[in-house]
């Protein structure tokens, strides 16, 4: 999920890797859309995520940060992707800087990241309430 900081030439790209079962957020990272940024995500996931299938599309830098035994690319008609289509649209909904055509947009990196840690955060916790409370 691509979002502007600054100026339309600043693209940043927000990276993101959702558990199926607890739909929460496991690991992000907000960069440009390089290997490099595919490898630092890789590096931020607990290592109990790390034994896991991960399905994603066909982006040729998976290829070089996620281990190929793990790596499952499938399309968005497989229905495999469908978490983390949902969570950016989620995003895009709630955070008005992430939205592609705005007249909201991040003056600062910083902010920029600090804004999608606080909503991923608070997320994750509600995500967490409502798993424990189905599970009684």
Not at 51 to 73: M, N, T
Not at 111 to 116: A, C, T, V, Y
Not at 126 to 136: G, P, T, W, Y
Request: hydrophobic residues 35%.
């Amino acid at each position: 999920m691509w979002s502007l900081v600054t100026k339309k030439r600043n693209k940043k790209w927000a990276w993101l890797i959702v558990s199926w079962r607890t739909r929460q957020v496991v690991a992000y990272a907000v960069c440009d859309r390089s290997a490099e940024t595919c490898r630092l995500l890789w590096q931020r996931v607990l290592k109990g995520y790390r034994r896991k299938l991960v399905y994603k599309d066909f982006y040729e830098a998976y290829l070089s940060g996620i281990p190929c035994w793990q790596h499952r690319p499938r399309g968005k008609e497989s229905g495999k992707t469908c978490i983390v289509e949902r969570m950016n649209n989620h995003i895009r909904q709630r955070l008005g800087r992430f939205v592609c055509k705005t007249l909201s947009f991040s003056k600062c990196p910083k902010m920029h990241d600090g804004s999608l840690r606080w909503f991923l955060q608070t997320y994750n916790e509600r995500q967490s309430v409502k798993n424990i409370l189905e599970q009684l």
